[in-house]
């Protein structure tokens, strides 16, 4: 579930606040509320001080979106790039590929909530590169299955669409999982691994 406002009250009372508290507190906001949904009066009010003592922190509320967005963003292409450093193989990068996607949408709801509903409000030319960034994610992702119909590792129809269907399928995750629920992060990572694969017809 995600964190509520009186949570993360708890947490920053008391002590001063610094600027990874402002962020932290416009990722929660920006996921319950949505980006023009939240001011910066909500920010300061969750974080128990003035508004105008925010700037001592933080550039302006368009500023704390991309901050979220591209940090986000990298984490994801960085977690990509992992797994074709030390999986050689398609099915091996596929699967890896699939399991840390969708555990990085379990275990980072508020960031990936915000991506996928609050990007669009990003200026120029910080939309363009948010942009250009998911869709590089897109290609390189189904360039993986490219290479395994190729290779005649997978035998699927569509690459394409298999690899939307397996990327929607993980981006789903931020909007289901529960860290109370029946699944852990893990069980749902590696169960998305099997599922993908078994989507383009991965031979054993």
Wanted: hydrophobic share 40%; aromatic share 6%.
């Amino acid at each position: 579930m995600q964190p509520t406002a009186h949570a993360h009250r708890r947490r920053t009372s008391g002590r001063s606040v610094t600027a990874a508290d402002v962020l932290d507190a416009a990722k929660t906001l920006f996921a319950l509320r949505g980006y023009h949904g939240t001011s910066l009066k909500h920010v300061a009010a969750l974080l128990e001080i003035r508004t105008p003592s925010l700037y001592n922190h933080m550039e302006s509320k368009s500023g704390l979106l991309r901050d979220i967005v591209m940090e986000t963003l990298a984490d994801v292409r960085h977690e990509f790039e992992g797994v074709l450093a030390t999986t050689a193989t398609p099915a091996g990068q596929l699967a890896e590929a699939t399991r840390v996607y969708a555990l990085h949408h379990a275990t980072h709801r508020r960031e990936a909530l915000i991506v996928s509903h609050e990007t669009r409000h990003l200026p120029e030319p910080d939309l363009g590169q948010a942009q250009e960034m998911r869709r590089d994610h897109e290609r390189r992702f189904r360039q993986i299955i490219l290479d395994g119909a190729a290779s005649g590792d997978f035998s699927v129809a569509s690459p394409k669409l298999a690899s939307f269907a397996i990327r929607e399928m993980c981006v789903s995750v931020a909007r289901w999982f529960r860290e109370d629920g029946s699944f852990t992060p893990d069980d749902v990572a590696e169960e998305y691994a099997r599922q993908a694969l078994k989507l383009v017809g991965s031979k054993p």
